[in-house]
């Protein structure tokens, strides 16, 4: 195994996208004005007192962002006329903006955000009876370079901040306003690599759960990383964090490493050991997301290897039919195999489930909007 900080090893050089994992990913370059979208309470009372203003009004501004969802100063009606004048003229209130919105047929919609630099990211807003899933992306790109993977194929351009993470959030519920059912559940399964993101991550998740904003649950926010033990550790030292979902993906080190290289600096050994490792609550789980290519990972050895993983640590198991896309060269399981799968696993006692792909219709994949977007202009 090699170890963290020493570069990317030699033979992960001829992948389509050379990962770089290794080091940080570049910033978003700050504006000539500041913006109000995405500052926690301290940087809005910075602001404030920045501006010559009481510092209650730091206050009001949280309550209009983060209650309200307020897109514009002058919907502020909690502050007076002189001082949304004021803002207009001297803070930028940017959030995320629709470029694209694709509905699919299963009642999800997948987006394409524009962020203030142009950057393009999406995010997927799945309505269920009783409940919506919000699907958020991490990164411009990815770093990662999973070679199944439409997003890693793009390589990074750079980190988003906290307030372009939350502000998905903020964006995708201003936009289904009417078809948004509480609870509101949050995965990072967009673009990018939230353990390559964590500073920023972990700030929009500050941002999301705050009681007297956006007010979701810590439990109800998962993020999924492709196993990078170095974050996995850092995120298990939080007092309060998300839950944590790793995509697995395959069952030996020659495959895992042929999709995912990752797991040459990392392997199953030492990916297995974090995640024993990882402090769990009482009732919490790990989620283990497979994708099932054809061929690839998806041999009933395949389903054996994996149950002996799953059991090694609280776990749940999500198989992920691959959703096909242009240039992959994958193709998704069969129906029957899916079927003989969940049998083997679910007769070894383990919880598993089987996430349809919603949007498949729309490009459904994390990643596949902005790329076949980009290709057709
Ligand atoms: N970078 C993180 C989170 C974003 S990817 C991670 O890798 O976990 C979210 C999930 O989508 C991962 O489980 C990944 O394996 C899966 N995925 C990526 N491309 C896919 C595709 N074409 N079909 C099905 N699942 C895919
Ligand atoms: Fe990045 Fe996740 Fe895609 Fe891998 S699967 S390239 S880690 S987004």
């Given at each position: 195994?090699?170890g963290?900080g020493?570069g990317?090893?030699?033979?992960?050089?001829?992948?389509?996208?050379?990962?770089?994992?290794?080091?940080?990913?570049?910033?978003?370059?700050q504006?000539p004005?500041?913006?109000?979208?995405g500052?926690d309470?301290?940087?809005?009372?910075?602001?404030?007192a920045?501006?010559?203003?009481?510092?209650?009004?730091?206050?009001?501004?949280?309550?209009?962002?983060?209650?309200?969802?307020?897109?514009?100063?002058?919907q502020?009606s909690?502050?007076?006329?002189?001082?949304?004048?004021?803002?207009?003229a001297?803070?930028?209130?940017?959030?995320?903006?629709?470029?694209?919105?694709?509905?699919?047929e299963?009642?999800?919609?997948?987006?394409?955000?524009?962020?203030a630099d142009?950057?393009?990211?999406?995010?997927?807003?799945?309505?269920?009876?009783?409940r919506t899933?919000?699907?958020?992306?991490?990164?411009?790109?990815c770093?990662m370079?999973?070679?199944f993977?439409?997003?890693?194929?793009?390589?990074?351009?750079?980190n988003?901040?906290?307030g372009?993470i939350?502000?998905?959030?903020?964006t995708?519920?201003?936009a289904?306003?009417?078809?948004?059912p509480a609870?509101?559940?949050?995965?990072?399964?967009?673009?990018g690599?939230?353990?390559?993101?964590l500073d920023h991550v972990?700030?929009?998740?500050?941002l999301?759960?705050?009681?007297?904003g956006?007010?979701?649950?810590?439990?109800?926010?998962?993020?999924s990383?492709?196993g990078?033990?170095?974050?996995?550790?850092?995120?298990?030292?939080y007092?309060k964090?998300?839950?944590?979902?790793l995509?697995l993906?395959a069952?030996?080190?020659?495959?895992r490493?042929?999709i995912?290289p990752v797991n040459k600096?990392?392997?199953?050994?030492a990916?297995?050991?974090?995640?024993?490792?990882?402090?769990l609550?009482s009732?919490?789980?790990?989620?283990?997301?497979?994708?099932?290519l054809?061929?690839?990972?998806d041999?009933l050895d395949?389903?054996r290897?994996?149950?002996?993983?799953?059991?090694?640590?609280?776990?749940?198991?999500n198989?992920?039919?691959?959703n096909?896309?242009?240039?992959s060269g994958?193709?998704?399981?069969t129906?029957?195999?899916i079927?003989?799968?969940?049998?083997?696993?679910?007769?070894?006692n383990?919880t598993?489930?089987?996430?349809?792909s919603?949007?498949?219709?729309?490009?459904?994949?994390?990643?596949q909007?902005?790329?076949?977007?980009?290709?057709?202009?």
């Amino acid at each position: 195994m090699v170890g963290r900080g020493q570069g990317v090893p030699e033979n992960l050089q001829d992948l389509p996208v050379t990962p770089t994992w290794d080091r940080p990913a570049p910033e978003l370059a700050q504006g000539p004005r500041p913006n109000a979208a995405g500052m926690d309470l301290a940087a809005l009372r910075t602001l404030v007192a920045s501006l010559g203003e009481s510092p209650f009004r730091a206050a009001q501004l949280h309550q209009g962002l983060y209650q309200h969802r307020w897109t514009a100063w002058e919907q502020f009606s909690n502050l007076s006329k002189p001082l949304r004048a004021r803002l207009q003229a001297e803070v930028a209130l940017a959030w995320p903006e629709l470029v694209e919105s694709v509905h699919s047929e299963d009642g999800s919609t997948k987006h394409a955000f524009r962020m203030a630099d142009g950057s393009l990211v999406e995010g997927v807003h799945m309505p269920y009876e009783n409940r919506t899933t919000l699907c958020l992306s991490s990164q411009v790109g990815c770093a990662m370079g999973c070679t199944f993977c439409a997003t890693g194929l793009m390589g990074i351009k750079r980190n988003l901040t906290a307030g372009e993470i939350a502000g998905q959030v903020v964006t995708m519920l201003n936009a289904h306003r009417h078809q948004a059912p509480a609870p509101v559940n949050i995965v990072f399964m967009g673009m990018g690599e939230p353990l390559h993101n964590l500073d920023h991550v972990m700030a929009a998740f500050a941002l999301m759960t705050d009681p007297k904003g956006l007010a979701i649950p810590p439990w109800r926010i998962t993020l999924s990383t492709s196993g990078l033990v170095s974050g996995i550790q850092r995120l298990g030292a939080y007092a309060k964090r998300p839950r944590l979902a790793l995509s697995l993906n395959a069952t030996t080190d020659g495959y895992r490493s042929s999709i995912m290289p990752v797991n040459k600096v990392w392997n199953l050994e030492a990916l297995a050991a974090a995640l024993k490792a990882f402090p769990l609550e009482s009732n919490e789980r790990i989620t283990l997301e497979y994708v099932l290519l054809k061929g690839v990972t998806d041999s009933l050895d395949d389903g054996r290897r994996l149950a002996a993983f799953a059991q090694k640590f609280p776990s749940k198991i999500n198989l992920i039919p691959f959703n096909p896309h242009e240039g992959s060269g994958f193709e998704p399981p069969t129906e029957g195999r899916i079927t003989e799968l969940c049998g083997l696993l679910a007769g070894r006692n383990l919880t598993v489930s089987v996430r349809r792909s919603r949007g498949q219709d729309v490009a459904g994949a994390c990643g596949q909007l902005v790329r076949e977007g980009r290709k057709a202009t």
